[in-house]
């Protein structure tokens, strides 16, 4: 048997892998489907509800507008490019510190980058710009893997954060106080958005804007149902520590099911990545004991447009698998 690749053959197999197992790894991490667009819908209710009732800007419209004071006017107009504000807003969610159009710049230039080079190792246009796409998102998912993992992090530590504010207003600290406390007991994500909404309130915002604010910054079904008994409690009265303690029994009741549902859907997760790898064990197995019997698919244009409509086809069936393996809690 000959085992012997050419350095065109090769790079289209590693081009293969990479693309693959990057498309799989995406449609595994972002939100696409099912609950998470559901959530965003109703946060994006709730939040229009909050700012309707409220006269004054949005906290997140006056940060935005004393950042770009800070900046020199070439990256003030750079900020200021349509869709900037939303990169901005993904890059806070995600706990980040870059410049929004300093990510945008960098996906150009590693999508140019990536074409260049491909197109000069394959000289295939199509790879080309298949790499370049590739490339592109790839400070995009980076950030939102890591607002996912940020989101994940506070909303663990929330059933705590609950408990010290409810444990403040049992011993008579204003709501504003406990706020504070969280922000100085505890560590992580939700200590840093805690003590952002208790400066807040401290240089004169209301409550809600306040808490419009943390609700902005933090896109959690869980955080909005402590965000709107705060309000509603403000707005009717009643004892809130009682409000609280019950929320926070509901919101570790909904983990403790989250984790169940997660073990019991492992099995399915696990058949998912053989279902996306299986296609390259098989390819690979043929290729090497039978190298001339996928030689035109290798090396023939209309065999490289069938590798690209199959990588599209693939990503298509993970997204569908993840849907169905995605069980609302």
Same mark, same amino acid.
């Given at each position: 048997m000959n085992f012997q690749l050419e350095s065109t053959e090769l790079l289209v197999i590693l081009a293969m892998v990479f693309v693959s197992v990057f498309l799989l790894l995406a449609s595994l991490s972002i939100p696409v489907f099912g609950e998470q667009r559901r959530v965003k819908r109703r946060l994006?209710? @709730?939040?229009?509800?909050?700012?309707?009732?409220?006269?004054?800007?949005?906290?997140?419209?006056?940060? @935005?507008a004393r950042y770009l004071k800070k900046l020199n006017p070439f990256e003030r107009q750079l900020e200021s490019m349509p869709g900037m504000a939303t990169l901005a807003r993904l890059i806070e969610q995600s706990g980040s510190k870059v410049l929004a159009y300093r990510v945008f710049l960098l996906s150009l230039l590693l999508a140019l980058v990536a074409f260049v080079l491909v197109l000069m190792l394959v000289q295939n246009v199509f790879l080309a710009i298949a790499a370049a796409l590739v490339a592109l998102v790839v400070p995009y998912v980076r950030l939102m893997v890591l607002r996912n993992k940020r989101l994940g992090e506070f909303e663990a530590q929330l059933p705590e954060a609950i408990d010290i504010i409810k444990r403040a207003l049992l011993t008579g600290h204003p709501f504003s106080e406990s706020l504070n406390l969280v922000a100085e007991g505890l560590e992580g994500p939700v200590a840093v958005e805690f003590g952002i909404t208790y400066s807040d309130l401290n240089y004169g915002s209301d409550l809600r804007r306040a808490m419009l604010g943390l609700l902005e910054r933090v896109p959690s079904v869980t955080l909005m149902a402590f965000v709107t008994a705060v309000l509603v409690q403000k707005e009717t009265g009643g004892n809130l520590a009682e409000i609280l303690e019950n929320i926070g029994t509901v919101i570790r009741g909904r983990f403790r099911f989250q984790r169940r549902v997660k073990t019991l859907s492992a099995e399915g997760r696990l058949s998912a990545w053989i279902l996306m790898l299986v296609p390259f064990v098989l390819f690979a197995l043929i290729y090497f004991t039978t190298p001339g019997y996928l030689s035109i698919l290798v090396k023939s244009v209309d065999g490289h447009q069938l590798i690209g409509i199959s990588f599209v086809l693939m990503l298509v069936g993970a997204l569908w698998i993840r849907r169905l393996l995605r069980i609302e809690v």
């Open positions: 994006q209710q @709730r939040l229009g509800d909050i700012a309707a009732e409220s006269d004054q800007p949005a906290i997140s419209t006056l940060l @935005r």
